[in-house]
């Protein structure tokens, strides 16, 4: 079974980080591109940065260019989102979301990022 | 404001066929393909639609989607109360290099 399971979301003050991890099973991560994409509470879904398989390209959404960072390490079919300079329009829940010739499936569950003092 | 324009709802009763559009423009819709979303109440969005008009194993034939220079619609016909839901549509973007959603639809099933 393909699996993505979130983690490392929580309450941080703004101004704070916050790493996301996500462990892949059930497929060759290493041959995927991936993405993260947030959901603010009540509100539509955003895409946040992609990844290709090696590494080598990288995307970012303008609303977090320069503070977060995509990151991946195929060795542990982890996925990883470094998240600095956090700002509480930041605060939503966060999927991990594999990619497939344009296509976003599956999804995690999700992990919920709340950013407030 | 998203990239992507979508109704924010719709609705129509059982049994009834119910369209949602989707507006884009040349840099996204027109160039690449569309993809659709289904997100159930409290659940994460799991793939309805992809490229354009392609149903994943799994997804009944009641879902269908079309694309047409740069509007995209999803048409669920035979609508059931368990199509309650939210639907977004989805596509790469040339200039901005990123992918974006339409703001979302939630449909009601009356």
Known sequence: EVKLVESGGGLVQPGGSLRLS???????????????????????????AYISDSGTTIYYADSVKGRFTISRDNSKNSLYLQMNSLRAEDTATYYCVREHIEQLVPWGQGTLVTVSS | QSVLTQPPSASATPGQRVTIGCSGSSSNVERNVVTWYQQLPGTAPRLLIYSNN?????VPDRFSGSKSGTSASLAISGLQSEDEADYY?????????????????????L
Not at chain 1, 32 to 48: C, I, S, T
Not at chain 2, 54 to 58: H, I, K, M, V
Not at chain 2, 92 to 107: A, E, I, M, P
Request: aromatic share 14%.
């Open chain 1, 22 to 48: 996500c462990a892949a099973s059930g497929f060759t991560f290493s041959i995927y591109e991936m993405n993260w994409v947030r959901q603010a509470p009540g509100k539509g879904l955003e895409w946040v």
């Open chain 2, 54 to 58: 392609e149903r994943p194993s799994g």
């Open chain 2, 89 to 109: 549509c989805a596509s790469w973007d040339d200039s901005l290099n990123g992918r974006v959603f339409g703001g979302g639809t939630k449909l009601t099933v």
